[in-house]
Nanobody, 123 residues
Framework: QVRPVESGGGLVQAGGSLRLSCEAS????????WAWFRQAPDKEREFVSA????????YYTDSVKDRFTISRDDAKNSVYLQMNSLKPEDTATYYC????????????????WGQGTQVTVSS
């Protein structure tokens, strides 16, 4: 059973950068498409970015375009989310999700979920 394990969260000032990592423990990251979601306090979990399984095509929600970059390194069995120019509104718990079936922007479409990593951006 593949288990996504996130790391890399932390506290950063506005304008700073963080890189989140998601390792596919127990499996091959290249087998699935992967996405990042985030959930702020008292808000629903929302789509952030995704990367395709074979094509490597990437998708972003509008609020992070030109600031965040998703990538995958099959040799390290990991997916990454490089986050630049961070804003206080990016503060949330970030989740790695894999094995999508259906709408890539919908949490219900993903079978594999990590435990999340906290990102806090101070103003």
């Amino acid at each position: 059973q593949v288990r996504p394990v996130e790391s890399g969260g932390g506290l950063v000032q506005a304008g700073g950068s963080l890189r989140l990592s998601c390792e596919a423990s127990g499996g091959n990251i290249g087998t699935y498409a992967w996405a990042w979601f985030r959930q702020a306090p008292d808000k629903e979990r929302e789509f952030v970015s995704a990367i395709g399984w074979s094509s490597g095509r990437t998708y972003y929600t509008d609020s992070v375009k030109d600031r965040f970059t998703i990538s995958r390194d099959d040799a390290k069995n990991s997916v990454y989310l490089q986050m630049n120019s961070l804003k206080p509104e990016d503060t949330a718990t970030y989740y790695c999700a894999g094995d999508v079936s259906g709408n890539w922007y919908d949490t219900q479409s993903y079978r594999l979920w990590g435990q999340g990593t906290q990102v806090t951006v101070s103003s």
